[in-house]
């Protein structure tokens, strides 16, 4: 296959064309309430094929792997390249080589999920939805587990020769506990990149499942919060939220280019010199968001999006570093065979400061401690709104009340100028998400607990 | 004979030889060609082939599915046997069930065959056209992402029981995201998005200089006030609420699982006698036009809500079997996924106030361009920002809003509606499966209203 490929790159005369075979194997199992939602095996392969002609790209994608079908999707990608180059105004002026990636890259996987039959995997996810729906107050319960196999070559005219194998799993459960027409959801979510053993090895399914039942049974008996701006606490999964959607997006150079709030901004002060904001596709072992090399060849790296407060870097492709005059970041990230490439965060977080986790907590007076982040949206100038999964009143330093229907909003810079305390704990907790920005992307994120001020809402009590 | 078809015929026949006791062959060869609009320019175009077949099988009472991406016999017959294999996995429910075929229904005609030379080539020419009629209606125009793409798809099913189908259609689909800038005023985003069939019913022009007005529109916003009173949802924003809000507990699979408000409401008043839904997959100005659903039946047209009594719910085979009722043919969804449900052609009727009276008759309240927020389908709890809208004093707007908190409960809102558009817009979707609506504008009693 790998040949194949090359053999496009030999026949281009264009300013630069990239070939990507991408084979994925996924497996689902999905159980709700006793019934199987969802079960099934898929496999996709193909070929993307992109190049940059007269500054125009174009792009084919089939899966059709054979030399002649290719060769023919090739001449397509050209065509259409061709066709817009007599109305783009602009033309892309080059695109950066950034680092080059070459050899084979290659997952660490603990115990393979193909070494596990779905007979297995259905015992398990049957068993634990099961055993939701067994406890008192649980009015039904869902499982679902989820496994993607990828294999990719990568070749490009500025030298990529690339391999990845790459193995990516998720499991959720669900504890749903109903109160007066109003639902309640205890959840848990896991997502590695690698295999059985790093996903259930701290942690089996069994235990998750109890984790859920408690807080759904909890927030049954929970009340509503006032809507007020307030100190908060955020625990890694909301600190990885807010990192991601709120932040994170607004750096994609793609984003910047179209006019984002920090358009223009590199090497302004945007948020309280204890936070450190990063996106690292190479952190190990099995982040969720774990991408060695990007989908043009692009060798990924850390890269600090705000060091101390100040903002230092966008994330980027070859064409937006080209336009931008940095250097690519290794975020083109393309889903699957038939997506083309664009700019797409990998693992993104806070990293670490240096205190006590107890301690932020205890030099609060009135607070609240929010646990985990569901559903919500964010805007390009930084504007953001999420769900909160657990939300407890702080008071007089210590933990009080639990709350429910609480939401979090407020601008994400001007949560992070707020940022009086970073905890010396860090997490990556996101493994399990997803990002969707027109294709999907497996992404990860989170950091230490961070303490700030945020604007938390919720539903007036009696409403 | 459809060369899909003849392809189902023998992948049935092999799958019956190979154990299964039923079998379902969903297939779909589709060829899109694309040009993306970013930044006020053409960004790139593309040309992308899709072969897809998903295999469901029945041993027992035990189903098993698996798709592949490509017609190849050898690798569809491993899939095949992977489906027989996944079915041992599975969990036995008397319920499942490979459908017998239903009688036909008559559609109108969603393929023109001048698709088939409608290249990339034509595609940049509509792209370029939607592109500047945007920014010539107003300089301030900024088109952030837009697109401009031409889809040809052959469906095809065979199943063991007797259901042979296949039928081709054309969609040209056209969309824009963007905001008007004005010095340091930036409006906020505003999305439109049209879908037809024929190559002469595309409009591009029509739509650009809709999305420009409306953004520059929204320049100069200034926040809200705080008060509990009538909203207008554009049929942009009523397309949130109709999708999570009533779609979602609408679904059987929801109703049967006790996640739907909705549940053992069949046949009582659930809204105000205003509204009336109804489902139309053989209206062909809409996408979601087609003579059969995912699982080859074919859904004739059904009240959903009519004069505010609820009157069905949407069914797929296992739903309705689940209730010893038919299929009221919603299966949907893409050959690599299991069949779901969705609506085919959602459309709300028209009322009998135009636009304008709608906020003529207004004393105080906002009119909502779009929605960007949550609705919680079981409980309909609505929080989120009203996006692009106006402030409405003594029916009429005056100014338009940001930052305006909206919030409220889908299943109140519904019986608190004081009135309804005699026009409406079409919107398509296609996310996962292709639904059109048929929105006109829904005047709402008593929505909490923040901008702090």
């Known amino acids: 296959m790998k040949d194949r490929l090359l053999d496009l790159i030999e026949k281009s005369d264009g300013d630069y064309v990239e070939a990507r075979y991408h084979e994925r194997d996924s497996k689902v199992i999905d159980v709700s309430n006793g019934e199987v939602e969802d079960i099934h095996s898929k496999l996709l392969a193909g070929v993307g094929i992109r190049v940059l002609i007269d500054g125009c790209w174009g792009f084919c994608s089939t899966s059709k792997t054979d030399k002649k079908p290719l060769f023919k999707a090739f001449k397509e990608a050209e065509r259409s390249a061709r066709s817009t180059s007599h109305i783009k105004k602009e033309k892309i002026k080059g695109i950066k080589e950034g680092r080059i990636a070459q050899g084979s890259y290659e997952a660490d996987v603990n115990d393979s999920a193909k070494n596990h039959s779905m007979e297995d995997k259905m015992r398990m996810v049957k068993d634990t939805e099961q055993a939701i729906r067994k406890e008192d107050k649980i009015k039904s319960g869902r499982c679902r587990w989820g496994e993607m196999h990828d294999k990719k070559y990568i070749v490009n005219s500025y030298g990529s020769e690339a391999e990845l194998k790459d193995e990516k799993l998720v499991f959720h459960v669900f504890a749903y506990s109903q109160d007066n027409g109003e639902r309640v959801v205890g959840s848990e979510s896991k997502g590695v990149t690698g295999g059985w053993k790093d996903i259930f090895g701290e942690e089996g399914p069994q235990k998750m499942a109890a984790k859920a039942v408690k807080d759904a049974r909890q927030l049954l008996d929970a009340k509503h919060p006032k809507g007020e701006k307030a100190t908060v606490v955020l625990n890694p999964e909301m600190v990885g939220m807010i990192s991601h959607e709120a932040i994170g997006h607004t750096v994609e150079a793609d984003f910047v280019l179209s006019g984002s709030i920090v358009q223009g901004r590199l090497g302004e002060k945007v948020a309280s010199e204890l936070v450190t904001l990063v996106d690292d596709g190479t952190v190990t072992p099995h982040a969720g968001g774990w991408v060695p090399i990007d989908d043009e060849g692009t060798k990924t790296d850390r890269t600090e999006i705000i060091k101390q407060g100040v903002l230092k870097n966008y994330l980027c492709d070859r064409e937006t570093a080209q336009t931008l005059g940095i250097e690519p970041t290794g975020n083109s990230r393309a889903f699957e065979y038939s997506d083309e490439p664009i700019v797409r965060m990998t693992n993104t977080f806070i990293e670490g400061g240096d205190h006590d986790p107890e301690e932020i907590i205890e030099e609060v007076d009135e607070g609240y401690y929010l646990k985990g982040a569901q559903g919500g949206q964010a805007d390009a100038n930084a504007e953001f709104m999420f769900g909160v999964q657990k939300a407890y009143r702080i008071e007089n330093g210590e933990i009080s009340d639990l709350l429910r229907g609480v939401s979090i909003s407020g601008s994400g810079f001007d949560v992070l100028k707020s940022v009086d305390a970073v905890a010396d704990d860090f997490k990556l907790d996101m493994g399990s998400g997803y990002c969707g920005k027109m294709q999907s992307a497996k992404v990860d994120g989170g950091g230490p607990h961070i303490r700030c001020k945020a604007i938390v809402g919720g539903r007036q009590e009696g409403k | ?452």
């Open chain 2, 1 to 452: 004979m459809s060369e899909l078809l003849s392809l189902g015929d023998t992948l049935v026949k092999r799958a019956l030889e190979n154990g299964a006791d039923d079998v379902e062959i969903f297939m779909a060869d589709e060829k899109k060609n694309t040009v993306n609009i970013e930044k006020n320019e053409i960004q790139i175009g593309k040309s992308q082939e899709k072969e897809e077949v998903g295999i469901r099988v029945l041993i027992g009472d035990k189903m098993g599915f698996a798709s592949v991406n490509s017609f190849e016999k050898d690798k569809i017959m491993s899939k095949v046997k992977e489906a027989i294999s996944v079915t041992s996995a599975s969990i036995s429910d008397e319920n499942y069930t490979i459908p017998n075929p239903k009688k036909s229904i008559k559609v109108g005609s969603i393929y023109d065959p001048s698709i088939v030379d409608f290249d990339i080539e034509d595609s940049v020419k509509y792209a370029e056209r939607f592109l500047r009629s945007a920014k010539e209606y107003d300089e301030r125009f900024q088109f952030n992402t837009g697109s401009f793409s031409a889809i040809v798809t052959h469906r095809a099913i065979v199943n063991s029981r007797g259901i042979r189908s296949d039928e081709k259609s054309s969609i040209f689909h056209y969309d824009a995201l963007g905001m008007a800038v004005d010095g340091e005023d930036v409006s906020s985003f505003d999305s439109k998005q049209k879908a037809v069939h024929f190559v002469d019913e595309i409009d591009v022009e029509c739509l650009g200089r809709e999305i420009s007005k409306n953004t520059v529109e929204t320049l100069g916003a200034k926040k809200a006030e705080n008060f509990v009173g009538p909203a207008v949802f554009s049929p942009e924003a009523m397309m949130m609420i109709s999708y999570m809000g009533l779609i979602q507990p609408l679904k059987a699979s929801r109703v049967q699982k006790g996640m739907s408000k909705f549940a053992d409401k069949l046949g009582k008043k659930i809204t105000d006698s205003r509204l009336t839904i109804t489902d139309e997959s053989n209206l062909e100005e809409g996408i979601g036009c087609r003579a059969f659903d995912r699982e080859g039946i074919p859904a004739p047209n059904l009240d959903i809500i009519k004069d505010g009594t609820l009157k069905n719910y949407y069914h797929n085979s296992y739903t309705g079997n689940k209730e010893g009722i038919e299929s009221t043919g919603h299966a949907a969804g893409s050959a690599s996924q299991m069949p779901k449900i969705n609506p085919s052609n959602f459309v709300i009727k028209a009322g009998d106030k135009t636009k304008e009276e709608l906020i003529g008759e207004m004393e105080k309240g906002i009119y909502i361009n779009r929605f960007s927020g949550n609705i919680d389908p079981v409980s309909g709890d609505i929080s989120g920002v009203a996006k692009g809208g106006s402030m409405i004093k003594d029916g009429e707007k005056k100014y338009p809003i940001k930052e305006t908190m909206i919030s409220g409960n889908v299943f109140e809102l519904i019986k608190n509606i004081s009135g309804i558009s005699k026009e409406v817009e079409s919107i398509p979707l296609m996310w996962g499966g292709n639904i059109h609506f048929f929105l006109p504008q829904v005047r709402f009693e008593e929505l909490s209203i923040t901008s702090d």
